[in-house]
C-alpha cells in the first residue's frame, strides 16, 4: 500500500501577481512561501517516508528541497506532478483570462490532469511525499470521491498544506491540512 502525502508548494510569485504558469524556471516563492514550506517540513519530517518527490515547476521544486534538508532525504523530480498545462494563456494573469471551459480555451484537460496523477498515485509504494500544486492534487482528490471539476471547486488546497491518501484501497485521510493530523501519525 502506498500512502502519499501531497503537499501543495508554498505561496510563490505566481501568486502574489495572481498569474497561472506551468513555467518550470520562471517563478520562486515568496518569503512566505519558503516560512509555509519550513513549517511543513517540521509536520511531517519525522515521518517514516522512503521518497520525496516534486513537480518539475520551480515553485514545487524550492518547496521539495526546503522539506528534503530538513527530511535528510534527496527530493526526485517526476513529470506527473506539474502544474496544469495553461496552454496558449500560460503567463497570463487570472483578469486576462476569457470566459470558457479549460478544453475550450487550448489547456490541458482535467481527464488528463486526473490521469497522471492517478498513475503517479499508482506507482508508489510505501510512504512517500509528493509536492505538486493545488489543481492536481485536487484532481486526484475529486477522482478518489467522484467529483468532476465543476463540483469540485469548494475543495481548497492552502499554500503548503496537507492532503493525503492511500491507494489499495483509494482512500482519502485527509485534505488541505496545515498540520499533520494525528490520525495519520497513527497509522504509521
Known sequence: MGLIIFVRHGESETNTGHIISDSVDRYHLTRSGSEQAAFVASQIHSLPVI???????????ETAEIISEKIGLPFEVDERLT???????????????????REELGMER??????????????CEGTVIAVSHALPIRAIISSIIGLNEATSQGIDIAYCSISCIT???WEILSIGSKTLPASIRKRL
Open 51 to 61: 521518497r520525496i518527490f516534486s513537480s518539475p515547476v520551480l515553485r514545487a521544486r
Open 83 to 101: 502544474e496544469s498545462g495553461f496552454g496558449p494563456y500560460n503567463n497570463y494573469t487570472i483578469r486576462e483570462l476569457p470566459p470558457g471551459e
Open 110 to 123: 482535467w481527464t488528463d490532469i486526473v490521469e497522471r496523477m492517478r498513475g503517479f498515485a499508482e506507482s
Open 167 to 169: 491507494t489499495d484501497p
